[in-house]
């Protein structure tokens, strides 16, 4: 399936956590260079969990910091991305 800002509204399961159509209208407040997987899976997920608890206040900005890799498929999906969460957390199994 390919992501896009407008199917976001129909997407529904148990184990998916959406952002907020309101998100996509924050101020651009955050610049980081490089689109790596240890980017996208750490700071960006801790940002996004500190807007969804209204800690802060605003989006990131990627840029492309090298001339290796293809960025058609974040293009494809309108600069979406998924982040998979499997852990412990307060005791219990965590999948989303």
């Known amino acids: 399936m390919i992501l896009s800002k407008q199917i976001l509204p129909d997407l529904h399961s148990a184990n998916v956590e959406l952002p907020s159509l309101s998100h996509f209208d924050l101020p651009e407040k955050v610049l980081q260079f490089g689109t790596g997987v240890l980017l996208r899976g750490l700071p960006d997920y801790f ?22 890799g293809d960025l058609s498929s974040f293009k494809n999906q309108d600069n979406l991305y998924t982040i998979c969460v499997r852990g412990i957390e307060d005791g219990g199994v965590v999948e989303k």
Not at 50 to 56: E, L, Q, R, T
Not at 58 to 68: A, E, F, L, N, P
């Open 47 to 68: 940002i996004d969990q500190a807007n969804k608890h209204h800690k802060f206040n605003g989006r990131i900005v990627v840029v492309k910091s090298t001339s290796k």
